[in-house]
């Protein structure tokens, strides 16, 4: 069993930064394969990143490519999303996810979730 916290978000302007935090229970997460997932009202949740288990391969989707950054640290198990030039449309619950694959997953079938945390960009 993983049990995920996130922290960081918060309320900024667009152009500002945040960085998000996903802080790990367990004592195997450095093998898992993490994944940033976001959910706006209304909208379905759609993966924004995601990180193999050595840091060594990443992904990103299309709308955050160039101002997200996904690293890890599986010494502190921990994984964090570096967002800046942050927009209005980055507006969403912010989920981290991890999957024991080592490849990276970019589907939403990851079996342990963390409780989201909530980032709102103003115009």
């Known amino acids: 069993q993983v049990q995920l916290v996130e922290s960081g978000g918060g309320l900024v302007q667009a152009g500002d930064s945040l960085r998000l935090s996903c802080a790990a229970s367990?004592?195997?997460?450095?093998?898992?394969?993490v994944g940033w997932f976001r959910q706006a009202p209304g909208e379905e949740r759609e993966i924004v990143a995601a990180?193999?288990?050595?840091?060594?391969?990443?992904y990103y989707a299309d709308s955050v490519k160039g101002r997200f950054t996904i690293s890890r640290d599986n010494a502190k198990n921990t994984v964090y999303l570096q967002m800046n030039s942050l927009k209005p449309e980055d507006t969403a619950v912010y989920y981290c996810a991890a999957h024991p694959a080592t490849a990276l997953r970019r589907t939403t079938d990851y079996p342990y979730w963390g409780q989201g945390t909530q980032v709102t960009v103003s115009s």
């Open positions: 990180i193999n288990w050595t840091g060594t391969n990443t």
């Open positions: 367990a004592r195997t997460f450095f093998a898992y394969t």
